[in-house]
């Protein structure tokens, strides 16, 4: 019996067993390419951003000691500075007194501070009372309280000569209401920068 089988030359083999397989991946195996999307049209507008800034609050600087171009030259100008910043301060009284309280002491003693930092400014003491009593009354014990005031700041060192009293007695009130809370601010010994020497 012959061999029917027809024998295939060895290219053809090659090709059948190697290309085959091939041939048939890629036309099955291969994932149909996607249609590409087109990118949208996008229009980008770029706005300047505004950087958000961190503010630091405020912070109330203590007062710092004054220098002498802080001071204006006209005389007034400098009581309302000086009165304004709290450098010279009232000294107040109790009723029908010229004597000096410890809260008066500290005052007069802060008073003379600035009065020491200065030694050019001259200063007029005024002396004050309420409205209870005689008009000559009032003005002797005006003249008590600012005399009493000059006396303690001579003994804090402060040249007598730069200090002159005056009383004014009940003629010149702060406050003109006629209760206890007023009258306590008229009993007072007022300091006014009065001049250069």
């Known amino acids: 019996m012959k061999n029917t089988q027809v024998e295939m030359p060895m290219n053809r083999k090659w090709i059948a067993f190697v290309l085959m397989p091939m041939l048939m991946l890629v036309l099955w195996g291969c994932p149909k390419k996607e249609p590409a999307t087109p990118e949208p049209d996008l229009e980008v507008v770029s706005e300047p951003v505004e950087e958000e800034v961190e503010v630091e609050p ?95 700041l001579a003994s804090l060192n402060i040249d007598p000569s730069r200090l002159e009293t005056l009383s004014y007695g009940e003629e010149r009130p702060f406050c003109t209401d006629s209760t206890e809370s007023c009258w306590q601010r008229n009993r007072r010994a007022h300091f006014v920068i009065t001049g250069r020497r």
């Open 58 to 152: 405020e912070i109330e600087e203590p007062a710092e000691d004054i220098v002498e171009s802080d001071l204006p030259s006209d005389i007034m100008e400098l009581n309302e500075v000086v009165r304004q910043r709290g450098l010279i301060d009232d000294v107040y009284f109790e009723f029908d007194q010229s004597d000096l309280s410890e809260q008066a002491r500290q005052r007069l003693a802060d008073n003379a501070e600035f009065m020491r930092e200065y030694p050019e400014y001259v200063f007029r003491i005024e002396g004050h009372a309420d409205e209870r009593g005689t008009n000559d009354y009032n003005l002797a014990l005006g003249n008590r309280r600012a005399s009493s005031a000059a006396d303690y």
